[in-house]
C-alpha cells in the first residue's frame, strides 16, 4: 500500500525520535560515568586524609623526646607540606568531577527533553494518522452505502412493474 504523507512524516519523527534515544543513552552513560569519577574522587580524599593523618602522627611520635636538627624539622615540615599539597589536588579533582557531573546532568536532561518532545510529537501525529484512516474509512462506508442505494434504486426503476390485473 503506498504511504501517504503523513506516513512517511511519521517514519520521519520516529526516526528521529530513535536517533534520540540513542543520544539520551549516551547521556545517561556519560552521567553515570561522571558519578562513578564523583565517587571515585571522593573516595581518594577521604583515604589520603586518612593516611596522611596516620603519617603525620608518626612523624610527630618519631620526632618527640628527640633532640632534632634543623635539617630533620625541616623534613617534617616538608613532608606535612607535600601532603596537604595533595589533599588539596584532591580536593581539586572532586570539585573538578562535580563540575563534570553538573554539566552531564545538564546534557542528560537536555536529552530527555528532547526525546520526551519527539516521543510526543510522533504519538500525537500517530493519533492524527489513526482518527484520519477512520475518518476515510466511514466516508468510504458512506459512499459505497449510497451507491447500493443508488443502484438497488435503479434496478427497481428499470424492472417492470408486477401489478396484479
Known amino acids: 500500500m503506498k504511504q501517504t504523507p503523513l506516513d512517511r512524516l511519521l517514519d520521519l519523527r520516529r526516526h528521529r525520535e530513535e536517533k534520540a534515544l540513542e543520544t539520551l543513552t549516551m547521556r545517561e552513560n556519560a552521567h553515570r560515568t561522571a558519578r562513578a569519577r564523583l565517587d571515585d574522587a571522593k573516595t581518594a580524599v577521604v583515604q589520603h586524609a586518612a593516611w596522611a593523618k596516620g603519617k603525620e602522627q608518626e612523624l610527630i611520635a618519631a620526632a618527640l623526646g628527640q633532640n632534632l636538627t634543623q635539617l ?10 607535600v601532603m596537604a599539597i595533595e589533599h588539596k589536588d584532591l580536593q581539586k579533582a572532586v570539585e573538578a568531577a562535580a563540575g563534570e557531573l553538573r554539566e552531564r546532568r545538564k ?8 526525546y520526551r518532545d519527539l516521543r510526543q510529537e510522533s504519538e500525537k501525529l500517530s493519533e492524527l494518522i489513526q482518527l484520519q484512516k477512520a475518518k476515510a474509512l466511514r466516508r468510504q462506508l458512506s459512499l459505497n452505502e449510497a451507491l447500493d442505494e443508488d443502484q438497488t434504486g435503479l434496478l427497481r426503476r428499470e424492472q417492470p412493474s408486477q401489478r396484479p390485473l
Open 72 to 81: 630533620e624539622i625541616t623534613r617534617i615540615q616538608l613532608n606535612l607540606e
Open 107 to 114: 546534557e542528560l536532561d537536555k536529552a530527555r527533553q528532547v
